[in-house]
């Protein structure tokens, strides 16, 4: 069974700096998908990748199969952006298997 | 806007009783995926059903039931309710291709349970 860790599990940033949040996993997988769950509990997809680097405006995810690790960035961090971060992998039914979240807070 | 609805989207109850959480998937999507969602476990896989059949199941407790209806609207049943079923329910739909895990799901805005 696949293990997906994060971190940091929590993060305070100020406004315009650049964050990376960090995953883990531990069996190889086809493809990592990072998702956003905003503090009202909707879960919004972010990316779905399975080699090399995925740009959305001032989201960055990159991942590198070998080492079974992936990162997401924020470049230019707003208040906005507060968030759980959310790492998942695809586990052998189909489902996706999640990590722990990471929780982004960032200050004005 | 993901185009995956859920209704109700709060619900109180009391432990011991039966609720239905609806989902409407994507238009176009034939996968429904269930997924719980409490403090303590944080998200977990439920059960999935494709174009009407169940495809995988998780850590679906045997009180809880799904289905999925020819218009693809799927419904997750919960019964004999306990305290610790409190929880955020969530569908998501993907694929139109048949490749679990490698699409992109998306989430319906969630149904709250609230068992008192």
């Known amino acids: 069974k696949n293990e997906v860790e994060q971190s940091p599990q929590n993060l305070t940033a100020q406004e315009g700096e650049f964050i990376t949040i960090n995953c883990s996993y531990s069996v190889g997988i086809s493809a990592l998908h990072w998702l956003q769950q905003h503090p009202g509990g909707g879960i919004v997809s972010l990316f779905m990748l399975s080699s090399g680097k995925k740009k959305h405006g001032r989201l960055i995810a990159t991942i590198n199969i070998q080492e079974k690790h992936s990162s997401l960035h924020i470049t230019a961090s707003h208040p906005r952006d507060s968030a759980v971060y959310i790492c998942a992998v695809p586990g052998s039914q189909g489902n996706l298997i999640f990590g722990k979240g990471t929780k982004l807070s960032v200050k004005p | 806007d993901s185009g995956v609805t859920q209704t109700p989207k709060h619900l109180i109850t009391a432990t011991g009783q039966r609720v239905t959480l609806r989902c409407s998937p994507r238009?176009?999507?034939?996968?429904v995926y269930w997924y719980q969602q409490s403090l303590d476990q944080g998200l977990q896989f439920l059960i999935q059903y494709y174009n009407g059949e169940e495809r995988a199941k998780g850590n679906i407790l045997e009180r809880f039931s799904a289905q999925q209806f020819p218009d693809l609207h799927s419904e997750l049943n919960l019964s004999s309710l306990e305290l610790g079923d409190s929880a955020l329910y969530f569908c998501?739909?993907?694929?139109?291709?048949?490749?679990?895990?490698?699409?992109?799901?998306?989430f319906g805005p969630g149904t709250r349970l609230l068992v008192l």
């Open positions: 238009s176009g999507d034939l996968s």
């Open positions: 998501a739909s993907s694929g139109r291709f048949q490749r679990p895990g490698e699409e992109t799901q998306y």
